[in-house]
């Protein structure tokens, strides 16, 4: 775990990039997101942990509008989310995205799948698109199986390259989904090395995860989510040391036993 | 071949035995202009179909639903109209059976052979063209009447034969001899499935023309007076006669005979001033009918 | 049989109408079907509404009342759907209003069953892969013409196949409504030599049949080439 053993940064807070205030949202009759407020700064690494089932996929999700929300307030650099359309694509375009499975482009090659947004969104010409991906795809390990299709990848490689792919949009924030969740235990070093990095340089980045470890080294602030609510956030050290409620306790003392 | 004509012998007998079943000969129902022989059946040999039928006191006929004049019938009518369907009745009455006893079936000109083959129809009377190929695979006997191929176009219209119409789309029924004319007459067939879909296409100006024989276009100007007129010389020779099965050779005499004695009695003529004369078209003489074979 | 080798020209006239008609047709309703499934799954619920009904009511009517519908229906409301705007001759072929208005007929029938083939093949493309498409910033037009509907094709493929081997085979439906095409030829035949019905019957039906193996064919290359690595 070389690479996580650094000290957290502890990054200047800049300009509040994303915030949520008094956002809710139901699915049915679960109460998924209650009266969510949070600001994320510029260049700021928050990470939401939580039992599951506590909103903090939702929450990530409602940032770039893959979840609607039903009351409340998202805005992305001053500017409020889009309801739909091409100004919502756009702004999309600007908050980078990894999931859980990965989502590479199946028919796609890996090369293609980095490049296709900034040729069609962007409007890159395909020889710059193509320099700019295999640049990327060096910073994350993956250069060498360009014109491999994902499903010759192994699923720590699939990450990288969809790191790779969002990062290809030059994006303001980036939004981890439990990025490593759906990956053998031997591969998620590799994800969360190329995560730290990005933590490094500087990148505004909310990551829901269940790796502490990451967590403890590359977060400025955790947020503790548990039934839709934000139960209590804190820098990781504070967080981990001293944990303030009762369902925090409750959670670290479960995962910390094993 | 042989597997077809085998099926059917077979339901030629089926129906045979059926029809026996069936019994009680004759009926004094009145037919309207043709009288309906009593006790029929004593005038045939035994073993004829003739006798079997007259026996039975049913008989089956295929006649065309679509053709004002010569073979029609819409939802209202219980019994088919036109000169077919007189020839028919003639025949019908001289088995002894009325009008409203016999079994009117509609045929098309696909099924007509079809039909004859497998007993589902005794007669064919469906402005049925003689020709070699038929008669290799059912029975025609006549022909009672003989007709040509002409035009039928709009009452304004300036054509005047098939010159005006070279190169030119032509209506008629798809799989029809007619259709096949107009080709050979260097028109561009247009083939529907019913003659009453090429009078709409006629009335609504999509092709010029429709062509089929001089009889039938005849009864569709009649109908749509004003609108619709026949032109041109007849540039084909249809001879129709009666269909009937092969099974059945004798039929082929009794056809020739019955006919050629209502035309002796003026029911002939008759027949045909009722139903294609208001049409305009001149009551002909009886066509000399073609020897039966043996 | 003798009478087909006789007319071997007016035979395969004949069946070269029905590839016209199956040509023309399946371009026009694999854009119309696609368009359609896209109606179906995008996000404007006018048009989901739109399509879902569009299927419904075409899906289960039969063929030959669309048929009946353009050949004397349409042109009574609407002019130019007489279709008489049309009059393309090319070599032997003729293609005017019964061309145009079967195309139509069998055009607006099988994309109907196109738009289902497709969003069968869209359904079974995953979730993320929108979702991820739309992460980066792509409009719906672009999730579906670069990710969701390519792969949706590939999946396609099979129930497509069938879809258009229904259709060459419906167009023998155009051969009672003015297209002298190959079921209207072997009509012909069959009238013309009523003592040949069998063997003309089979020259037809392997007249088709052979069509019928070349779409297969086709699709089975394409499901080949296209399978997902």
Same mark, same amino acid.
């Given at each position: 775990?070389?690479?996580?053993?650094?000290?957290?940064?502890?990054?200047?807070?800049?300009?509040?990039?994303?915030?949520?205030?008094?956002?809710?949202?139901?699915?049915?009759?679960?109460?998924? #997101?209650?009266?969510?407020? #949070?600001?994320?700064?510029?260049?700021?690494?928050?990470?939401?942990?939580?039992?599951?089932?506590?909103?903090?996929?939702? #929450?990530?999700?409602?940032?770039?509008?893959?979840?609607?929300?039903?009351?409340?307030?998202?805005? #992305?650099?001053?500017?409020?989310?889009?309801?739909?359309?091409?100004?919502?694509?756009?702004?999309?375009?600007?908050?980078?995205?990894?999931?859980?499975?990965?989502?590479?482009?199946?028919?796609?090659?890996?090369?293609?799948?980095?490049?296709?947004?900034?040729?069609?969104?962007?409007?890159?010409?395909?020889?710059?698109?193509?320099?700019?991906?295999?640049?990327?795809?060096?910073?994350?390990?993956?250069?060498?199986?360009?014109?491999?299709?994902?499903?010759?990848?192994?699923?720590?490689?699939?990450?990288?390259?969809?790191?790779?792919?969002?990062?290809?949009?030059?994006?303001?924030?980036?939004?981890?989904?439990?990025?490593?969740?759906?990956?053998?235990?031997?591969?998620?070093?590799?994800?969360?090395?190329?995560?730290?990095?990005?933590?490094?340089?500087?990148?505004?980045?909310?990551?829901?995860?269940?790796?502490?470890?990451?967590?403890?080294?590359?977060?400025?602030?955790?947020?503790?989510?548990?039934?839709?609510?934000?139960?209590?956030?804190?820098?990781?050290?504070?967080?981990?040391?001293?944990?303030?409620?009762?369902?925090?306790?409750?959670?670290?003392?479960?995962?910390?036993?094993? | 071949?042989?597997?077809?004509?085998?099926?059917?012998?077979?339901?030629?007998?089926?129906?045979?035995?059926?029809?026996?079943?069936?019994?009680?000969?004759?009926?004094?129902?009145?037919?309207?202009?043709?009288?309906?022989?009593?006790?029929?059946?004593?005038?045939?040999?035994?073993?004829?179909?003739?006798?079997?039928?007259?026996?039975?006191?049913?008989?089956?006929?295929?006649?065309?639903?679509?053709?004002?004049?010569?073979?029609?019938?819409?939802?209202? *009518?219980?019994?088919?109209?036109?000169?077919?369907?007189?020839?028919?009745?003639?025949?019908?009455?001289?088995?002894?059976?009325?009008?409203?006893?016999?079994?009117?079936?509609?045929?098309?000109?696909?099924?007509?052979?079809?039909?004859?083959?497998?007993?589902?129809? *005794?007669?064919?009377?469906?402005?049925?063209?003689?020709?070699?190929?038929?008669?290799?695979?059912?029975?025609?006997?006549?022909?009672?009447?003989? %007709?040509?191929?002409?035009?039928?176009?709009?009452?304004?219209?300036?054509?005047?034969?098939?010159?005006?119409?070279?190169?030119?789309?032509?209506?008629?029924?798809?799989?029809?001899?007619?259709?096949?004319?107009?080709?050979?007459?260097?028109?561009?067939?247009?083939?529907?499935?019913?003659?009453?879909?090429?009078?709409?296409?006629?009335?609504?100006?999509?092709?010029?023309?429709?062509?089929?024989?001089? %009889?039938?276009?005849?009864?569709?100007?009649?109908?749509?007076?004003?609108?619709?007129?026949?032109?041109?010389?007849?540039?084909?020779?249809?001879?129709?006669?009666?269909?009937?099965?092969?099974?059945?050779?004798?039929?082929?005499?009794?056809?020739?005979?019955?006919?050629?004695?209502?035309?002796?009695?003026?029911?002939?003529?008759?027949?045909?001033?009722?139903?294609?004369?208001?049409?305009?078209? *001149?009551?002909?003489?009886?066509?000399?009918?073609?020897?039966?074979?043996? | 049989?003798?009478?087909?080798?006789?007319?071997?020209?007016?035979?395969?006239?004949?069946?070269?109408?029905?590839?016209?008609?199956?040509?023309?047709?399946?371009?026009?309703?694999?854009?119309?079907?696609?368009?359609? =499934?896209?109606?179906?799954?995008?996000?404007?619920?006018?048009?989901?509404?739109?399509?879902? =009904?569009?299927?419904?009511?075409?899906?289960?009517?039969?063929?030959?009342?669309?048929?009946?519908?353009?050949?004397?229906?349409?042109?009574?409301?609407?002019?130019?759907?007489?279709?008489?705007?049309?009059?393309?001759?090319?070599?032997?072929?003729?293609?005017?209003?019964?061309?145009?208005?079967?195309?139509?007929?069998?055009?607006?029938?099988?994309?109907?069953?196109?738009?289902?083939?497709?969003?069968?093949?869209?359904?079974?493309?995953?979730?993320?892969?929108?979702?991820?498409?739309?992460?980066?910033?792509?409009?719906?037009?672009?999730?579906?013409?670069?990710?969701?509907?390519?792969?949706?094709?590939? =999946?396609?493929?099979?129930?497509?196949?069938?879809?258009?081997?229904?259709?060459?085979?419906?167009?023998?439906?155009?051969?009672?409504?003015?297209?002298?095409?190959?079921?209207?030829?072997?009509?012909?035949?069959?009238?013309?030599?009523?003592?040949?019905?069998?063997?003309?019957?089979?020259?037809?039906?392997?007249?088709?049949?052979?069509?019928?193996?070349?779409?297969?064919?086709?699709?089975?290359?394409?499901?080949?080439?296209?399978?997902?690595?």
């Amino acid at each position: 775990m070389t690479a996580l053993e650094h000290e957290p940064r502890t990054a200047g807070r800049g300009e509040p990039l994303v915030v949520l205030s008094r956002v809710q949202k139901h699915f049915g009759q679960l109460h998924a #997101l209650k009266d969510i407020e #949070l600001s994320v700064a510029k260049g700021e690494v928050v990470v939401v942990i939580g039992p599951s089932g506590s909103g903090k996929s939702t #929450l990530c999700r409602a940032i770039n509008r893959l979840e609607t929300i039903d009351e409340g307030t998202i805005t #992305l650099d001053g500017q409020p989310l889009p309801q739909e359309g091409k100004q919502l694509a756009n702004l999309r375009a600007e908050v980078g995205m990894v999931f859980q499975s990965f989502n590479l482009f199946a028919h796609k090659t890996i090369l293609q799948n980095v490049t296709l947004g900034p040729i069609k969104v962007r409007g890159m010409n395909k020889a710059d698109a193509e320099k700019k991906a295999l640049e990327l795809l060096e910073r994350v390990g993956i250069e060498h199986q360009a014109e491999k299709y994902p499903s010759q990848l192994s699923g720590g490689q699939q990450q990288r390259v969809a790191i790779a792919r969002a990062l290809a949009m030059e994006p303001k924030v980036m939004l981890f989904d439990e990025p490593t969740s759906a990956l053998d235990p031997e591969m998620i070093k590799e994800v969360l090395d190329v995560m730290v990095d990005l933590a490094k340089q500087g990148m505004t980045m909310v990551v829901v995860t269940h790796e502490m470890g990451f967590a403890r080294t590359a977060a400025d602030r955790v947020v503790f989510m548990a039934d839709g609510a934000i139960v209590e956030e804190g820098t990781p050290e504070e967080f981990f040391t001293n944990p303030k409620s009762d369902r925090a306790k409750d959670f670290l003392g479960k995962i910390l036993k094993h | 071949m042989r597997l077809i004509r085998t099926k059917a012998v077979v339901a030629g007998l089926g129906l045979a035995l059926s029809l026996v079943a069936c019994g009680d000969a004759g009926s004094d129902s009145e037919g309207a202009d043709v009288e309906v022989k009593e006790d029929a059946a004593s005038e045939f040999d035994d073993g004829t179909r003739m006798k079997e039928l007259a026996d039975a006191g049913k008989v089956k006929i295929g006649v065309k639903f679509d053709q004002p004049g010569l073979g029609f019938k819409d939802a209202a *009518d219980d019994i088919p109209t036109g000169f077919d369907v007189e020839m028919a009745k003639i025949l019908a009455a001289d088995l002894g059976i009325a009008e409203d006893e016999v079994e009117w079936i509609e045929t098309i000109s696909d099924n007509r052979e079809p039909f004859l083959q497998d007993g589902t129809v *005794d007669l064919v009377l469906a402005s049925y063209s003689i020709n070699e190929e038929r008669r290799a695979v059912v029975g025609q006997a006549g022909p009672y009447l003989v %007709t040509g191929q002409q035009l039928l176009v709009p009452e304004d219209s300036d054509v005047e034969s098939t010159d005006d119409l070279q190169g030119k789309e032509v209506c008629s029924v798809t799989g029809s001899t007619s259709l096949d004319n107009a080709e050979a007459e260097g028109m561009k067939p247009v083939g529907f499935d019913t003659y009453s879909e090429c009078v709409e296409k006629v009335l609504d100006g999509t092709v010029e023309a429709m062509t089929t024989d001089g %009889t039938i276009l005849a009864g569709y100007a009649a109908q749509n007076e004003g609108e619709l007129k026949v032109v041109g010389e007849e540039f084909s020779e249809e001879n129709i006669g009666v269909g009937y099965s092969k099974d059945h050779p004798e039929m082929c005499q009794w056809i020739v005979d019955t006919i050629t004695q209502a035309h002796e009695d003026g029911l002939y003529d008759d027949a045909f001033k009722a139903t294609l004369g208001p049409s305009g078209v *001149d009551t002909p003489e009886l066509p000399e009918m073609d020897a039966c074979e043996s | 049989m003798d009478a087909v080798l006789d007319n071997v020209d007016l035979y395969l006239k004949g069946f070269g109408y029905t590839i016209f008609l199956f040509l023309v047709s399946a371009a026009i309703s694999l854009v119309l079907g696609t368009l359609l =499934a896209a109606a179906r799954v995008g996000p404007v619920a006018v048009l989901r509404t739109f399509a879902s =009904a569009y299927v419904a009511l075409v899906r289960n009517t039969p063929l030959v009342i669309i048929f009946l519908f353009f050949q004397l229906g349409a042109g009574k409301i609407f002019d130019w759907l007489r279709f008489g705007w049309v009059d393309i001759h090319i070599g032997p072929f003729d293609f005017t209003s019964f061309f145009t208005a079967a195309v139509a007929a069998l055009s607006l029938y099988s994309s109907a069953f196109v738009c289902e083939s497709i969003r069968a093949g869209v359904n079974s493309v995953g979730l993320g892969q929108a979702e991820a498409a739309r992460a980066i910033g792509l409009p719906f037009s672009g999730v579906m013409s670069q990710v969701v509907l390519p792969q949706a094709f590939r =999946a396609s493929v099979p129930p497509l196949a069938s879809t258009f081997i229904a259709l060459l085979k419906n167009t023998s439906v155009a051969g009672v409504f003015g297209v002298l095409d190959a079921a209207a030829r072997m009509k012909g035949f069959t009238n013309d030599h009523a003592d040949q019905r069998w063997g003309i019957f089979i020259a037809f039906a392997l007249g088709y049949m052979f069509l019928v193996a070349i779409v297969s064919a086709i699709a089975s290359v394409l499901e080949r080439r296209w399978r997902v690595v």
